[in-house]
């Protein structure tokens, strides 16, 4: 399988490359210069995962607002893309993806930034916020996947964690999965991994690498076509295994007190369900008047509460903590639904000469007037993965602040059962990731 061939590419529109930025360690002011109110600036990182996300963007805004200018401003200077090499712990920060791309928007260069939620700091820079979330083509599949080494580990037995053999070396470079190996698994070994995904994908098909199989957000592997390669999947209730904050969503950043922008992101999450329902409809030949379109503005929801959970513990990249979100299912309601499929690639841009007015504000999602209960699941672990704490909360969220409440509350609990010795313990003993090598 050619890695590089399977990669969907975005169309020559979207590849407008910016200039350099300046060094982010500088002091730039942020600036007030927002685009012309017929153009807007859509900021991302390089990679093709990176690009094709911004194309989920680029098209769901070309639906909504056809009159639009539309370019794409790829960015390769944050920290963690210069150096593929040093492990993520090592960096000592949290904005490691988005630091660079934060200081384009501040400077008024792009109008927001695409990011997979995960990677999103949750303290953003001064100046900017989250606008929007969106569960992208086919809904929010927000589990790990197990990958096998190599084409034939499609057709092996040797499908999930458990098939394998004392010793294997499994390739990871996120602590959170490997405190859970070494809780779950202690049998197997682990060694770091860095790179996109077709880059880790080659790593481990290398003749002589060692690597058994690896670990990554299925989301990711199957929005690069490679869904194919995916053995098993890791999730909560199967396999006792917790995803990432917000692993699976995009996250839309974009300036504060940028009105014109903000309006657009958020009618972009009800287009996105819009859309969802419609294929949903078209897949099972019925219609669409029992949807349920207020799912939009739940998802940026429940990003708030998992996010707001992570901040109130402090957890990023170097914290092995997760947290996912689901909502109870009440009558006339859908409950959250994780897709086994690939996702298909988003729909093509509506044709600017059909129309050149929309009006965002008929787009922009409404809160259900019924309460709406969302369940949280949390953990965080040590870094030897021999202590973990879980737990449950259940919360009404039926607008932005409860759902950061929910997120609170949820942190107050596992801090109440022993998560912050947990967490103590790791901020004074940071060493041991290091010393931990492929154990």
Not at 175 to 182: K, M
Not at 225 to 247: P, T
Not at 294 to 309: D, K, P, V
Not at 331 to 339: A, D
């Amino acid at each position: 399988m050619s890695l590089s061939g399977d990669a969907p590419t975005p169309p020559p529109s979207l590849l407008t490359t910016s200039p350099a930025p300046p060094n982010a360690t500088q002091n730039h002011p942020p600036t007030t210069a927002p685009s012309h109110p017929q153009t807007l600036r859509i900021g991302t990182r390089a990679s093709a995962l990176a690009l094709y996300q911004a194309r989920v963007a680029h098209d769901l805004l070309s639906r909504l607002a056809p009159h639009l200018q539309l370019s794409t401003h790829p960015s390769s200077n944050a920290p963690a893309d210069l150096d593929k090499v040093t492990a993520l712990y090592s960096f000592n920060a949290k904005s490691l993806w988005t630091s660079e791309l934060e200081l384009q928007l501040l400077q008024g260069r792009i109008d927001l930034i695409v990011h997979s939620l995960k990677d999103m700091p949750t303290q953003l820079a001064a100046g900017c916020k989250l606008g929007a979330v969106v569960n992208g083509p086919g809904g929010r599949e927000w589990r790990d996947c197990v990958v096998m080494r190599g084409e034939e580990g499609v057709k092996s037995r040797v499908r999930s964690l458990r098939d394998l053999q004392p010793g294997a070396v499994v390739g990871t470079s996120s602590v959170r999965r490997q405190a859970q190996l070494r809780r779950l698994y202690p049998e197997l070994k682990f060694a770091d991994m860095r790179g996109n995904v077709p880059t880790r994908l080659s790593k481990m098909d290398a003749e002589g690498s060692g690597f058994a199989c690896c670990i990554l957000a299925a989301a990711g592997v199957q929005r690069l076509g490679l869904g194919d390669r995916i053995s098993s999947f890791l999730d909560r209730e199967k396999d006792a295994w917790y995803a990432a904050v917000g692993q699976g969503a995009l996250g839309i950043e974009i300036r504060e007190g940028d009105e014109r922008v903000e309006d657009l992101v958020r009618g972009v999450m009800a287009m996105a369900q819009e859309l969802q329902d419609e294929g949903e409809t078209t897949e099972s030949e019925g219609n669409a008047s029992g949807k349920d379109h207020t799912q939009g503005i739940r998802a940026y929801w429940q990003a708030l509460t998992e996010r707001s959970c992570l901040r109130t513990l402090e957890g990023g990249c170097s914290v092995p903590i997760g947290v996912e979100t689901e909502w109870i299912q009440t009558k006339g309601e859908s409950s959250s639904s994780i897709s086994d499929q690939s996702l298909p690639p988003p729909p093509p841009p509506e044709d600017p000469s059909h129309s050149n007015t929309t009006s965002t504000k008929s787009l922009t999602p409404q809160p259900s007037s019924s309460p709406t209960i969302l369940r949280i699941h949390a953990t965080v672990l040590s870094i030897d993965g021999q202590k973990c704490i879980e737990a449950k909360h259940e919360q009404a969220v039926t607008n932005a602040e409860e759902a950061e409440e929910a997120g609170l509350e949820m942190a107050r609990k596992l801090i109440g059962i022993g998560a912050e010795e947990i967490l103590k313990e790791i901020l004074l003993n940071r060493g041991i990731i290091k010393d931990s090598g492929g154990a």
